[in-house]
Nanobody, 124 residues
Framework: QVQLVESGGGLVQAGDSLRLSCTAS????????MGWFRQAPGKERECVAA????????VYTDSVKGRFTISRDNAKNMVYLQMNNLKPEDTAVYYC?????????????????WGQGTQVTVSS
């Protein structure tokens, strides 16, 4: 019943910044962890970042630590991914996700709901 819609992707140059947004519709978020995943052509989908319902517990993949920040606003049913100092290897389709529990697991096997994705392209 819950639908996730991502926005904020685009074409940028290396070193630029983007902020991705994910909005839920149809029903408010439960007390579940949220995550951002990405998938580049020919590669497996990987978790970029995840956050618990309270926002107190976050995880990041090593390649984005120090550059990306995940946050959420439960009152607005939104989750964000601030991406700074983007690199060409960040190019991928980024997906918003809701997990089954409040554990911000860096794995797709605990995802309950997926968004449609938004393209992020970083040129060198």
């Amino acid at each position: 019943q819950v639908q996730l819609v991502e926005s904020g992707g685009g074409l940028v140059q290396a070193g630029d910044s983007l902020r991705l947004s994910c909005t839920a519709s149809g029903r408010t978020f439960l007390r579940n962890a949220m995550g951002w995943f990405r998938q580049a052509p020919g590669k497996e989908r990987e978790c970029v970042a995840a956050i618990s319902w309270s926002g107190s517990n976050t995880v990041y993949t090593d390649s984005v630590k120090g550059r990306f920040t995940i946050s959420r606003d439960n009152a607005k049913n939104m989750v964000y991914l601030q991406m700074n100092n983007l690199k060409p290897e960040d190019t991928a389709v980024y997906y918003c996700a809701v997990h089954y529990t409040d554990v911000p697991a860096p794995h797709s096997n605990t995802v309950r709901i997926w968004g449609q994705g938004t393209q992020v392209t970083v040129s060198s």
